[in-house]
């Protein structure tokens, strides 16, 4: 290649990476195969998949917490069904008691009952009948017919007292029969409900049981997404890394390529923006205005990729906001972060872009972009299935803050 087309190829890969017009990645195409970097779409789908991951998680992690509530409630009233099982035992077993003592009670009368009906039948017998007593000896006899009217008196008294006995103890019998009854139904009806609190204790564990299963899987199901969580953001990382590697190598070409059009008047680092040695931050004017259209979109939702006006990701966010004051931002976090002088929390004002990280210790891990608002809130584009909203800038993934270059 000629000293004059160098200068034009690093002149053009230089404006056209300064405005914007093309992916740092895509400028490196123009110039070696080997050192591309990752395009803007998989730098872009790498972070939507991480976004998404994370709503997942977040979405099962919810779920578990309903299904732990779920269990929760079930394993009480399993217990309350378990402790009316066993009072239902305890109950059965007392009428069954009750019953057989009933039972016994009521055998031992009727026996009682027999026994006393026979001994006064064989009193009777003996008397009429036995030791050869008849009414014609009675009157031959000495005391004749006074002697028989006299013994005859003794056995109806004797039989009158036999049958007195007679009659208690069937009473008795009676009694103990209407006891045995009524334990036989209190029985019955102590059955039934053993039959019920047996029922319901099967239902309640068999319930137990399902909610079980279905918190098992579901924490199976987060371990797998936290799983595919943990590769997204790997992923998500290792582009960012090589992004910014691109990025480095973009600069140093630059450099070399500029360089050879005059010693004098060098031609413009393609990233001197965001390096700060030729261009200041912008005004708090600019800021507050910058600010002040982000703050108008709230309540707009988020879509992965969108830069405006109805719908926004973080980065989209950002840059459409910054352009609304006449300040031009690339549309992902990893340039915004260079877009910009580092600034400390204490130094923050309206304006600044404030960053996060699933690595606060590693830029290249940046995944969230808001605008500070003051008093430690911002105004951002969250993820899937939020508004752009107001929230707290100081979150432990927190990483640091930019105020962007004038540009």
């Known amino acids: 290649m000629s000293r004059a087309r160098r200068v034009k190829s690093g002149m053009l890969i ?29 730098l872009a789908e790498s972070k939507r998949l991480v976004a998404e991951r994370q709503h997942q998680v977040r979405s099962v992690s919810h779920r578990i917490g309903v299904a732990q509530q779920r269990l929760k409630q079930l394993n009480v009233t399993a217990e309350v069904a378990f402790e009316a099982y066993d009072a239902a035992r305890v109950k059965l077993r007392a009428a069954k008691h009750a019953v057989h ?25 003996a008397q009429y009948e036995g030791g050869g007593f008849t009414t014609l000896t009675a009157f031959l006899e000495p005391g004749g017919p006074g002697r028989l009217f006299s013994r005859m008196g003794a056995i109806e008294a004797i039989s009158r007292s036999e049958h007195t006995t007679i009659e208690r103890l069937q009473a008795a019998r009676i009694y103990q029969g209407v006891v045995s009854k009524r334990a036989e139904a209190v029985q ?14 099967s239902i309640a564990v068999a319930a137990v049981d399902a909610q079980q299963n279905v918190l098992t899987k579901l924490h199976q199901q987060q371990a797998h997404l936290q799983t595919l969580l943990a590769g997204a953001k790997s992923t998500a990382s290792r582009l960012a890394r090589e992004h910014l590697a691109a990025l480095a190598r973009a600069r140093r070409r630059a450099a070399r390529q500029t360089t050879t059009t005059t010693s004098t008047s060098p031609a413009p680092s393609p990233y001197s923006g965001s390096s700060g040695s030729t261009a200041g931050t912008v005004s708090a004017a600019t800021a507050a205005s910058a600010l002040q259209s982000a703050e ?20 989209g966010l950002v840059m459409w906001a910054y352009a609304q004051a006449g300040v031009h931002l690339d549309h992902w976090t990893g340039s915004q972060w ?19 990280a699933y690595n606060v210790g590693d830029p290249s891990t940046i995944h969230h972009v808001g605008m500070y608002v003051g008093n430690g809130q911002m105004v951002d584009a969250p993820y899937t299935g939020v508004n752009v909203r107001y929230d707290g800038a100081f979150r432990s993934d927190y990483i640091g803050a930019v105020r962007p270059y004038q540009r």
């Open 296 to 315: 108008s979109q709230i309540g707009k939702p988020y879509q992965w990729g969108a830069a405006g006006p109805n719908s926004y990701d973080c980065s």
């Open 14 to 42: 230089g404006v056209l990476v300064a405005a914007g017009g093309l992916a740092p990645t895509a400028a490196l195409g123009a110039g070696g195969g080997h050192q591309h970097g990752p395009s803007a779409a998989q």
């Open 188 to 201: 019955a009806k102590a059955s039934t409900a053993s039959r019920a609190a047996t029922k319901a204790k």
């Open 101 to 125: 003592t009933a039972h016994i009670v009521l055998s031992a009368a009727n026996h009682e009952v027999d026994k006393g009906e026979a001994r006064t039948a064989r009193f009777v017998k």
């Open 338 to 356: 260079n877009e910009g002088a580092h600034v400390s929390r204490s130094q923050l004002r309206p304006g600044d872009l404030v960053f996060f």
